[in-house]
């Protein structure tokens, strides 16, 4: 019973992009996929779901609870797409259809594996709208999504991802696009849903202060290669990766130690 | 607001509502009922001057040319709404060819399109109807080829961009199929630009209609049409010059209506006004800065791991809420 990449590898015509990448993940397991831009942590993400775009080839082997996925037609990958491995993007801003309510987004998968009646997807929206810490949920579900925030779209688009309770969730850098402060908070709103929820977690990120609040185990991609895959504890402690140092110093850097800042600004004061 | 209350408040979307309002209401009264049967002839009452009882004067053989106009209105409605149909099925059909095919089918129905779009509609209806003869039928082919083919180079590229849309791309991962993509995604957003266009067809087919009706290749012989009326009064134009006025006054004031109204939707349905990038940047530069987010923007401090002692926390939430409740105002001051 798990998710498990094999040799995975993605061709676009002569250009391979993604070399070689295997993990595996168990259902409440949490795995970080963590690499800069151009790495194929995305691509990786889009193969399981058999979503890459035109001209993307991909080989190897993707197993999903024993079956494998690579290969197989659309038409059944979307049986298994929202219900069984389901997908959290990176942009709140355009990751929802402008022309239809929160409502009818909302529990969209739901809707379309749990056969809900009406009444039963609008009761399920509500219910997430609420799970998720939407304000005045009622109300919101009547908005569309420009009349949202980013914070708040991007909440709307993870109760979506869990409400047909999948197995497996991606999420690409679900809290890239949102400022500092929103980002803290979705983290942990995220955090607890997954949690509670108990599905296994890929979680693609380029920040490893966000890796190592989400993550029990990470793999390093550089290149579309895994240059490194250690339990996070040891990549922040002894990174054994030329990229894993780096994004540990990156991480430093940022937001590992704040302290001196705050120092320097309340003598100031 | 009501994209119909908008389009009511768009002076030249309201007299082009108002110009398709009457010559609906028109044809659908002259299937019951005309000032005088328009098709009847009476020598003693040829080139009467406008009266009361003939508004428009009479023809050369006494026929109320009010009436002949008002039983044409038919034959210019049914020709709009035949080819705003038959244009619309095929450019869509041309267009889902052409954007939701394999790369090889798409490329080549693209440049089919740029090459067809090359030939005028008069011409098409002109080869239909040296072929077959004319009537009615044909101007509606030629109008739905002619025109079918403009709505599919505006709506393909339109197909091509939802399809490249995250929403889609998301809402494929949440597992819905291809036909569920068309019917949830794609058709409503390409909805404003196509009722647009075949408002803007049915003008270009009322056109055509009364070209091809003029030149002989549309409305039989025993059927009033704006066009045939032109013709046969046009011959006449050393006896009564006034008398031609009227179906051409008819015809532009009718054309134009269908242009105006095509502009007032496309005013209304303008993209950029419910473009949720554009309109959340004015909300966000009007949004009370709260000192946590402004501490947050900076990217050399983190907020999130201390905050700095001289500043009042705010909740995420309490900044999220702010916006929030600026938006729906902010949006009503936008339009």
Redesign the interface.
């Given at each position: 019973m798990s998710l498990i990449v094999e040799n995975l590898r993605i061709d676009f015509g002569a250009r391979t992009v993604v070399h070689e990448v295997s993990f595996e993940v168990s259902p409440g397991a949490r795995l970080g996929l963590i690499g800069e831009s151009g790495s194929g942590k995305s691509l990786t993400a889009l193969a399981i779901?058999g979503?890459l775009p035109?001209g993307a080839r991909a080989s190897g082997s993707i197993r999903l609870d024993g079956e494998e996925l690579l290969g197989r037609p659309?038409?059944e990958l979307?049986?298994?797409?929202?219900?069984r491995i389901?997908?959290v993007?990176q942009?709140p801003?355009?990751?929802?259809?402008?022309?239809?309510r929160i409502e009818r987004q909302i529990a969209?998968?739901a809707r379309?594996?749990g056969r809900l009646s009406k009444a039963q997807t609008r009761a399920r929206a509500l219910e997430l709208a609420e799970l998720v810490?939407l304000?005045e949920p009622a109300e919101?579900l009547r908005r569309y999504?420009?009349?949202?925030?980013?914070?708040?779209r991007q909440r709307v688009?993870i109760a979506?991802?869990l409400s047909?309770g999948p197995r497996y969730l991606l999420a690409d850098e679900p809290t890239t696009a949102l400022?500092?402060?929103?980002?803290?908070?979705i983290l942990n709103t995220f955090d607890t849903l997954v949690r509670e929820s108990g599905s296994g977690l890929v979680f693609i990120t380029h920040d490893l202060a966000v890796l190592a609040r989400i993550a029990d185990h990470a793999v390093v991609l550089a290149d579309g290669r895994v240059v490194e895959s250690a339990p996070v504890r040891t990549l922040l402690e002894a990174p054994q990766s030329e990229l894993g140092r780096r994004l540990l110093a990156a991480a430093r850097r940022?937001?590992?130690r704040?302290?001196p800042?705050?120092r320097e600004?309340?003598t100031n004061? | 607001m009501n994209p119909l209350r908008k389009l009511f408040r768009h002076p030249a979307g309201l007299f082009g509502a108002i110009v398709v309002a009457v010559l609906v209401l028109s044809a659908l009264v002259s299937l019951v009922w005309t000032p005088h049967d328009p098709v009847f002839t009476d020598s003693a009452r040829r080139w009467l001057a406008p009266t009361w009882a003939y508004p428009f004067g009479t023809d050369n053989s006494g026929r109320d040319i009010f009436s002949l106009i008002v039983a044409g209105s038919r034959v210019t409605v049914l020709v709009a709404v035949g080819s705003a149909l038959g244009a619309g099925i095929l450019g869509l059909l041309l267009a889902s060819l052409g954007a939701l095919t394999r790369?090889w089918v798409r490329e080549g129905v693209a440049v089919l399109i740029d090459v067809l779009i090359a030939f005028p509609t008069l011409l098409i209806a002109m080869l239909l109807a040296a072929a077959w003869g004319g009537s009615l039928l044909v101007v509606i082919v030629a109008v739905s080829i002619g025109f079918g083919v403009n709505i599919a180079r505006v709506t393909r590229p339109e197909i091509r961009a939802v399809l490249a849309?995250?929403?889609v791309?998301?809402?494929?991962?949440?597992?819905?199929?291809?036909l569920?993509i068309l019917r949830?995604?794609v058709i409503?957003?390409i909805l404003p630009v196509l009722i647009v266009q075949l408002s803007w067809g049915m003008a270009i087919a009322i056109l055509a209609e009364a070209g091809l009706s003029y030149l002989g290749y549309g409305a039989p012989a025993d059927t009033p049409s704006w066009g045939r009326l032109l013709s046969e009064l046009q011959t006449y134009i050393g006896i009564q010059p006034l008398s031609v006025l009227w179906p051409g006054a008819v015809i532009t004031i009718t054309v134009l209506g269908f242009n105006l109204l095509g502009d007032g939707l496309r005013d209304v349905t303008d993209p950029t006004l419910?473009?949720?990038?554009l309109?959340?940047t004015v909300p966000a530069s009007n949004a009370p800065v709260s000192p946590?987010?402004a501490a947050?923007?900076t990217?050399?401090?983190?907020?999130?791991?201390?905050e700095?002692?001289?500043i009042t926390p705010v909740s995420?939430?309490a900044?999220?809420?702010a916006?929030?409740s600026e938006?729906?105002e902010t949006?009503e001051g936008t339009r």
């Open positions: 779901l979503l035109e659309d038409r979307a049986g298994i797409r929202g219900d389901a997908m993007f942009e801003r355009t990751a929802l259809n402008p022309l239809r969209e998968p379309l594996h810490g304000p919101i999504p420009h009349e949202l925030s980013g914070g708040q688009s979506a991802a047909a400022d500092v402060t929103v980002q803290s908070e940022t937001a590992f704040p302290a800042i705050t600004e309340s004061d | 790369r849309a995250d929403y791309l998301a809402a494929r991962a949440s597992g819905i199929g291809s569920g949830r995604h409503p957003n419910a473009d949720p990038i309109s959340e946590a987010a947050g923007a990217s050399d401090s983190s907020a999130r791991e201390t700095p002692a001289h995420p939430d900044t999220e809420a916006s929030i938006t729906p949006q």
